[in-house]
């Protein structure tokens, strides 16, 4: 943050203090009230006594009723009692102004004379006044609920949004492991490359994935990463291909690990169960700001796994946490024949990182 931006914000938080903005709200009701009666009565002296008279006691009033009426009757829900205080304190409050501003008048006869016979206009504006504060201290008080509705509301999101991507568990870790044992027993060439492409993934899942979105291309490389390892662990028993078609996928962001768990479910619930040979298709096309990933897997002759259609942990957790992030802006569909499942996402991508 700079320090411009730390000036305006205090600059910003100086005039929201109630004692500032009280005061300007008062010094702009003093103003507007001397124009109007110095346009009446050309008499500088005389209307700005009557204003301050008028403007002190119905300062008065509106503190008394915001800080003692409403807390004690409004807020408890004592309706009847409230307004008959609010009422009360008027009628206290307008003989005392209007003893206070035929006092002022003096020497003005014809005004004072006015002032007696219209006393009622005073009880009136005073109470109008009174009742008005009421009003913006209930929209106030709506408002700041519903900010603090919100506010509560969005850090409920996040907490949910982390709790979803805490639970994201790749099955194929503990795979993976076994893998590289054996591979290691063997002495293999292709170890290595297992223990760097499952550290990168490691890294990106325990680091990145902490961000509400991620540059789109890092979650291209996880899902290639992801594959390749998917590879090596089911060598030539599985034909594991994935086309990637861009525009420039350097500009946009999403929500990281988003496509891990339809790659999980391709292997867990489809490959892995394949008697015969299988394989698993991945297409990610980015085209107009609209990103579609289809995943294609064989399904197994044997076993109908109704998790995949209906959804695992995994499953129903990206699913919740699309809802979240993209509303109803996004497509899921999941079909399923007699010898493949089909899972097809289509959204639209964000271009600031800041967006959720």
Known sequence: MTKDDKKNIASYNFYLSKPVYHSLIWLFYILSMLFINY???GIFYLSL???LINSTFLAVLIYFNLYFLIPKFLSKKRFFTYFLALALSALVISPLELICTYWNLAGFEEARTYLIQNQYIQYIYALFAAFFSTILKIIKEWLLQERTKSALENK????ELSFLKSQINPHFLFNTLNSLYALTLKKSDKAPEIVLRLSDMMRYMLYESNEKLVELEKEIA?????LELEKIRYGEKAAISFSYEE???SN???PPLIFIPFLENAFKHGLSNSIQMGYVNVKLNIKNKMLDFEIENSKS????????YKGGIGLNNVKRRLELIFGQNYTLKINETED????SLHLSLKENSNKV
């Open 156 to 159: 409920n999101l996040q907490s």
């Open 247 to 249: 525009e420039d996928s």
């Open 39 to 41: 346009s009446s009565s």
């Open 49 to 51: 006594g009557n204003v």
């Open 301 to 308: 002759d044997e076993i109908k796994d109704e998790r995949y």
């Open 340 to 343: 493949k499942f089909v899972v």
């Open 222 to 226: 996880s899902i290639k990463n992801y």
């Open 252 to 254: 946009y962001f999403i």
